[in-house]
């Protein structure tokens, strides 16, 4: 399995990040992907990769970031692309919900993720979170995405990392060649998630789910409330497994599949 977004640079991991990585890996993850969310904290994101081979590293503003965000910021993130263990541009988005930044400050920051990834040929991390009112967050993402980037114009494809949308917003995001993210909230209220994803499933094929932690936030039952880990990443597998009626090898199987061919990462041994 492959955790394809976590946060190891945070500070919860302060006090026994080797030792999370290492149990990540007893847990039989075959990789990490470590997802950047400013460029001031780029070096963190390198001390982890440094960690283990098989950790990867984003690189990406953070829609709650953008609000204080300089444009030279975007110069520094031009140049991490560049790194060798860098397999994606992101974490990147639109949050609607938290408001930590103005829209238009979220949608040109996003904008500007979305061309660099359209040049760079890597594909797009999104963060996309409607807010509390508003019609859901992804319609303005997929028309900056095919307005920038996608649809044909350079084929930019990505993942929408803890899907939160429904079946239109997953047909899209597919259509658009984007997988989605499924991470612990999917263990939070199965009467509604597990007829949702059986139902993407069944239309879309499992191969359009990546498994991800977003550690050390949104923790799978029975870990709820406390911080959140790589190594939980096969609770989540599980429960997909449970909800879509396939085996948990299945699930293994097929996301790490598509997880491989969208951030292009090498073999099966380790990553
Ligand atoms: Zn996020
Ligand atoms: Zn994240």
């Not at 690189?59 to 520094?76: K, N, S």
């Not at 359209?118 to 995405?145: K, M, N, S, Y």
């Not at 699930?251 to 969208?262: G, H, I, M």
Request: hydrophobic share 40%; charged share 20%; aromatic share 6%.
């Amino acid at each position: 399995m492959i955790d394809t977004h976590a946060h190891l640079q945070a500070a919860a991991f302060d006090a026994d990040r080797d030792l999370a990585i290492a149990r990540a890996f007893a847990a039989g993850l075959a990789g990490i992907i470590e997802v950047s969310i400013d460029a001031a904290g780029w070096p963190r994101a390198l001390a982890v990769a440094e960690l283990d081979p098989r950790i990867r590293l984003t690189a990406g503003i953070h829609p709650h970031d953008t609000g204080r965000a300089a444009p030279e910021d975007l110069d520094r993130l031009a140049e991490n692309l560049n790194h060798p263990r860098v397999c994606a541009v992101g974490e990147t988005g639109l949050d609607y919900f938290r408001d930590y930044a103005p829209s238009e400050a979220q949608q040109s920051f996003f904008r500007r993720h979305v061309r660099l990834a359209c040049e760079t040929g890597l594909p797009l991390v999104v963060h996309a979170r409607t807010g509390p009112q508003g019609p859901p967050v992804h319609g303005d993402i997929f028309r900056i995405v095919r307005e920038e980037g996608g649809g044909g114009v350079c084929g930019v494809r990505g993942v929408l990392h803890c899907f939160s949308g429904g079946l239109e917003e997953a047909r899209e995001a597919a259509s658009l060649g984007f997988c989605l993210g499924i991470g612990g909230a999917i263990t939070y209220h199965p009467r509604q998630s597990g007829p949702l994803l059986a139902t993407i499933a069944g239309e879309l094929g499992p191969e359009v789910f990546v498994l991800e932690t977003d550690c050390p936030w949104l923790p799978p039952q029975p870990h709820r409330g406390k911080r959140n880990e790589p190594a939980f990443v096969p609770l989540v597998a599980a429960a997909l497994a449970r909800y879509v009626g396939i085996t948990v090898a299945e699930v293994e199987r097929v996301t790490d599949a598509s997880a491989r061919k969208l951030f292009r990462l090498p073999g099966t041994d380790g990553i």
